[in-house]
């Protein structure tokens, strides 16, 4: 089992940048399968922000909401995902939940963006 764990939540204005990590659990490297961050809004699905396949060479995917300001990275040796969007709108608060392997996932590290 992968345990990971988001950080880097927080309220920022819009226009702003954020950048949320994500780790894992001893013995697991993000480079090892598909990962990805998601974020889901209250009253809204669970949407695709960032992804990216386990190949070395992997393009990263994008949500069509987020296009343009994100961008999904490994850092770390390894151990590590991490997210940096800019610039932030409104539409941007919703919890951000990391993903790994396609079956684990964070508990998520809120997001609110204001006016």
């Known amino acids: 089992e992968v345990q990971l764990k988001e950080s880097g939540g927080g309220t920022v204005q819009a226009g702003g940048s954020l950048k949320l990590s994500c780790t894992a659990g001893?013995?697991?490297?993000?480079?090892?399968?598909?990962k990805g961050w998601y974020r889901q809004a209250p009253g809204k699905e669970r949407e695709l922000i960032a992804s990216?396949?386990?190949?070395?060479?992997?393009?990263?995917q994008y949500g069509d909401s987020v296009k343009g300001r994100v961008s999904i990275s490994i850092g770390r040796g390894g151990k590590s995902l991490d997210l940096e969007i800019s610039p932030l709108k409104t539409e941007d608060t919703a919890m951000y939940y990391c993903?790994?392997?396609?079956?684990?996932w964070g508990q998520g590290t809120q997001v609110t963006v204001t006016s």
């Open positions: 993903m790994a392997c396609t079956d684990y």
């Open positions: 990216l396949d386990a190949q070395i060479d992997a393009i990263p």
């Open positions: 001893p013995g697991y490297n993000f480079r090892n399968c598909k």
